[in-house]
Each structure stands twice: as structure tokens, then as C-alpha cells.
């Protein structure tokens, strides 16, 4: 209980910057999930045998931010890119309705922190009903689709509160790889003793849910156990950047820039391409 209430209280998850444009994947299901799927626009050269499973934060799988990293993805892979709904029937509802504004002035951000706290029932009531024993089955059960679909090889992306989901697939045979991108809730240095697979952590310089202690504990297990795991940490950046961070900022710009080029670097590597 008190690691779900230390590690909710963040604006910034909360927060960020709507992206222009239209997605132009398309929704689909893969057993009972509904999931958004994107392609490479042409068609062809498509690699049915490869895939990637973003699990989205807490702005849920229509978070249009989501869906557009899901088609750059697609377009620059030549494979499929899948964005699962993960939250079922019930998103939460005090985010479902409210715009994802940027909170970058000190009264922006008295004012998200003031809206936080009115929310706290719900939000902690919200989490104790989407814990592990909800999300990670569903998880399970569209990365099973998948495989029995014929698809060999999958790496599944986490940002924020999908992030910790990411870390928990790298140590299982769901996947062949993991991204996180400034990940909440892991469990450290517990979630990265099970590790096992091939994975890349994205993160922020300044994020209240994966301290700089966090990061040091998770660098010494990846250490001491040889994992096959890599760390970039982008300069300027808070908590949600690689997804909801303002593209007028030169600075955040080029982080997610940079953060979507590492990611499908790494995609390519883990797929052997």
C-alpha cells in the first residue's frame, strides 16, 4: 500500500502535450482484447513474424500520442505495432476526461498538484482494481495470441504504467526483448532480479517514479548479473517525455527524437534484422 501511494502522487503522469496528427492504423482484437494496430502504410514487405506490444500509460490505448509513436514504429520496422487495451471496460475515469495539458509554469504545476490530491480516492481505488492480478493475464493472453499466430519474434514497449509490465515480460518467455520508457510501480531491485531477456531503459533526467536511486539499484543488478540491458538517460526530461512531452521544447523534442531511433535500434537488433 505504501509503495502504490508513494509512487501515484506524479503530476507529470498526468500531464503532457496532445501530438498533431491523425493515426492510421486500425482497431482490431486479438482474442477478447481490443487493440489498435499499425502496419507499414504500403503494405508490402510487411514481416507478419515480427511484432512489437506497446503498453500504453495511463492515458489509455486511444491516447492518439500512442498510436502515432505505434505508426512511426510500423513504418520504420516493416512490421506490425500493436497498442492493447489493457484497461477493459473501466479506464480511469479521472483521467478519461481531461485534456493532457502541459503543467510547465509554477502555477501550472501548483494546480496539477491541487487537482492530484482532489483525486486520490479514486486514483488509489482505480489501482488496487488494475493491480497485477488484472494486467498482467490480459497481457499474457494477447502476447499468446500472438506467438500461437506465428509471430517469432516480440518486443513489448512500456511507457510509464505499462512500463513496469515491460520489465516484468523481460523475465518471461513471452517476449525476445523489452523497451521501458521512464517507467512507474516497478519494484526495484525486485522486477529487475527476474530479468532474462535482451532490454533498453529510456530515461527521464528528473523522475519522481524511477529515482536516481532506483536507477543505480537497477544498473548494479543489470551488472552484477551480465544482463543484456541498456541504459539512455536524456538530459532536460521529467517523468512521461518519450510519449506526452512538448514538442515546442528543442530539448524534449530531440529526446523523443532520439528516444523512438533508439527503440527501433533496438527492435531491429532483437529481431536480428
Given at each position: 500500500?505504501?509503495?502504490?501511494?508513494?509512487?501515484?502522487?506524479?503530476?507529470?503522469?498526468?500531464?503532457?502535450?496532445?501530438?498533431?496528427?491523425e493515426?492510421?492504423?486500425?482497431?482490431?482484437?486479438?482474442?477478447?482484447?481490443n487493440?489498435?494496430?499499425?502496419?507499414?502504410?504500403?503494405?508490402?514487405?510487411?514481416?507478419?513474424?515480427?511484432?512489437?506490444?506497446?503498453?500504453?500509460?495511463?492515458?489509455?490505448?486511444?491516447?492518439?500520442?500512442?498510436?502515432?509513436?505505434?505508426?512511426?514504429?510500423?513504418?520504420?520496422?516493416?512490421?506490425?505495432?500493436?497498442?492493447?487495451?489493457?484497461?477493459?471496460?473501466s479506464?480511469?475515469?479521472?483521467?478519461?476526461?481531461?485534456?493532457?495539458?502541459?503543467?510547465?509554469?509554477?502555477?501550472?504545476?501548483?494546480?496539477q498538484?491541487?487537482?492530484?490530491?482532489?483525486?486520490?480516492?479514486?486514483?488509489?481505488?482505480?489501482?488496487?482494481?488494475?493491480?497485477?492480478?488484472?494486467?498482467?493475464?490480459?497481457?499474457?493472453?494477447v502476447?499468446?495470441?500472438?506467438?500461437?499466430?506465428?509471430?517469432?519474434?516480440?518486443?513489448?514497449?512500456?511507457?510509464?504504467?505499462?512500463?513496469?509490465?515491460?520489465?516484468?515480460?523481460?523475465?518471461?518467455?513471452?517476449?525476445?526483448?523489452?523497451?521501458?520508457?521512464?517507467?512507474?510501480?516497478?519494484?526495484?531491485?525486485?522486477?529487475?532480479?527476474?530479468?532474462?531477456?535482451?532490454?533498453l531503459?529510456?530515461?527521464?533526467?528528473?523522475?519522481?517514479?524511477?529515482?536516481?536511486?532506483?536507477?543505480?539499484?537497477?544498473?548494479?543488478?543489470?551488472?552484477?548479473?551480465?544482463?543484456?540491458?541498456?541504459?539512455?538517460?536524456?538530459?532536460g526530461?521529467?517523468?512521461?517525455?518519450?510519449?506526452?512531452?512538448?514538442?515546442?521544447?528543442?530539448?524534449?523534442?530531440?529526446?523523443?527524437?532520439?528516444?523512438?531511433?533508439?527503440?527501433?535500434?533496438?527492435?531491429?537488433?532483437?529481431?536480428?534484422?
Amino acid at each position: 500500500k505504501d509503495f502504490v501511494a508513494r509512487e501515484m502522487a506524479c503530476p507529470q503522469c498526468f500531464t503532457g502535450s496532445l501530438d498533431e496528427g491523425e493515426p492510421v492504423g486500425k482497431c482490431s482484437k486479438l482474442g477478447d482484447t481490443n487493440v489498435y494496430v499499425a502496419s507499414p502504410l504500403d503494405g508490402k514487405g510487411c514481416r507478419q513474424e515480427h511484432a512489437v506490444v506497446i503498453i500504453c500509460d495511463l492515458f489509455g490505448w486511444t491516447l492518439p500520442n500512442t498510436r502515432l509513436i505505434a505508426d512511426q514504429e510500423a513504418e520504420a520496422l516493416g512490421m506490425r505495432v500493436f497498442v492493447p487495451d489493457l484497461y477493459g471496460w473501466s479506464p480511469p475515469a479521472w483521467i478519461a476526461d481531461k485534456e493532457v495539458q502541459p503543467a510547465m509554469t509554477l502555477f501550472g504545476k501548483l494546480k496539477q498538484w491541487a487537482w492530484l490530491l482532489t483525486r486520490v480516492p479514486q486514483i488509489a481505488w482505480w489501482f488496487v482494481t488494475h493491480g497485477d492480478n488484472r494486467t498482467v493475464p490480459k497481457l499474457r493472453a494477447v502476447l499468446s495470441e500472438l506467438r500461437q499466430s506465428g509471430v517469432s519474434k516480440i518486443v513489448c514497449q512500456g511507457y510509464c504504467w505499462g512500463g513496469r509490465y515491460s520489465v516484468l515480460m523481460g523475465g518471461t518467455d513471452h517476449v525476445d526483448g523489452f523497451i521501458v520508457a521512464h517507467p512507474a510501480f516497478v519494484k526495484v531491485p525486485k522486477d529487475v532480479e527476474a530479468i532474462t531477456k535482451p532490454g533498453l531503459f529510456i530515461l527521464a533526467e528528473n523522475d519522481h517514479t524511477f529515482s536516481d536511486k532506483d536507477v543505480t539499484k537497477t544498473r548494479d543488478v543489470v551488472t552484477r548479473k551480465s544482463l543484456d540491458v541498456t541504459f539512455n538517460q536524456y538530459k532536460g526530461t521529467i517523468h512521461g517525455f518519450a510519449v506526452r512531452g512538448p514538442k515546442t521544447d528543442p530539448v524534449v523534442m530531440q529526446a523523443r527524437e532520439d528516444a523512438l531511433k533508439a527503440s527501433i535500434q533496438f527492435v531491429l537488433r532483437v529481431c536480428g534484422m
